[in-house]
């Protein structure tokens, strides 16, 4: 009876059941903020918003609806204010470009001021939107209060967060085919407070960022009619495939990121806060953690032929393939709990469980 009644309930042909009025159907999913209170609307359906666009269908020209599919609109994120955490090098760089290319005003933080500076002002040049520098370090709170105060006094809402700083372990032979070797291995080549200190970086604070810039991004759903906020964690294929890749701390805490942006996105949904919350993974890019160094333009790179035969696309990511990750992500109004692979095929060839 009961896997009857869930697969009626997830039917996209059954949305007459998905009705506020029909209780029994309503408890498994119900927005808190809607069980709390006696009104039957639900707050993050999309009826109203449904609506409005068949009625503005109706009355649009061909063209007008063609205009609608254009990049510049489904891709659109001018005029935004944005949050890049590690936005100084590797990726972080990557998804600021992305969207000052194209008109959003993105601030950049990170804990080394002369990186963050170097970007602003080679890459803020002569395009549409803004790179600003904040320095900050993601990991302590006090230090995240002073990052919300800093944005909230200069901008009334934040649209798009990207929580993207993190950093990686140190490694472990993991072919050891001896017993007594490999635990030797996994057991004295990290500790407790690596462990620790990436969970830190990699995890805890995704969670207390978020938390932290809930209500700013809260108005910038409210200011912007068609808007709705948006938190994209940057997580890995590293917390997806069921390799170690001989670093075992760093691919748990991606893994944890990963259920972590499924948790958020569930939690500030049913709370009735209309802020999307999904994740990237990406595969292999070039960056400061995989390419140990930036050049004098902050940019990384790794050597194609490394990846040769690794991946189906056989090279590393391009800024490109993330820079329409990026964009896909925020600004994909339907797109909610989500974490997209960009990874050449990466987890295909690697395999999950
Ligand atoms: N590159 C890849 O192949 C790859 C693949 C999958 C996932 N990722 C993920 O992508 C994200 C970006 O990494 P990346 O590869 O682009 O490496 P990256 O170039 O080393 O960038 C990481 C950035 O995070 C910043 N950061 C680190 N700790 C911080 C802290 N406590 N507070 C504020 N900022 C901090 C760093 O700046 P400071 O040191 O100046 O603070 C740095 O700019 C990471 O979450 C990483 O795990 C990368």
Known sequence: MRSLHMSKFFSPYNVRKFCPFRPSLNTIAAP????????PSLPLQSATPIQQTRTNSTKMSAQQQ??????????????????VTGGGSGIGLMATQALAVNGAKVYITGRTEEKLDRVASLYSQDIPGQIIPVAADITSKPS???LVQEISAKEPALHILINNAGISSATQNTELTSAAELSSELFNKTSFEEWESLYRTNVSQLYFVTAAFLP???????REHGWSSTVVNV??????????QHHFPYN?????????????????????????????????????????????????????EKYE???PAGRP?????MAGAVLFTTANQYLNGQTIVVDGGYVLAAGTV
């Open 32 to 39: 808190k903020s809607v069980l709390n209170r006696s009104s």
């Open 66 to 83: 063609n205009q609608r599919f254009s990049l510049e609109n489904v891709f659109n994120v001018k005029g935004r204010v944005a949050l």
């Open 144 to 146: 995240i209060e002073a």
């Open 216 to 222: 700013l991004l809260q108005k910038g759903t409210e």
């Open 235 to 244: 997580s890995s294929i590293s917390g997806i495939v069921k390799l170690a």
């Open 252 to 304: 748990a805490s991606k893994g944890a990121a990963v259920h972590l942006t499924r948790m958020l996105a569930h939690e500030v949904a049913s709370s009735g806060l209309k802020i999307r919350v999904n994740g990237i993974a990406p595969g292999v890019f070039p960056s400061e953690m995989t390419a140990g160094e930036s050049d004098d333009i902050q940019k990384s790179s790794i050597p194609k």
């Open 309 to 311: 035969g690794k991946v």
């Open 317 to 321: 990511g391009k800024d490109e393939d």
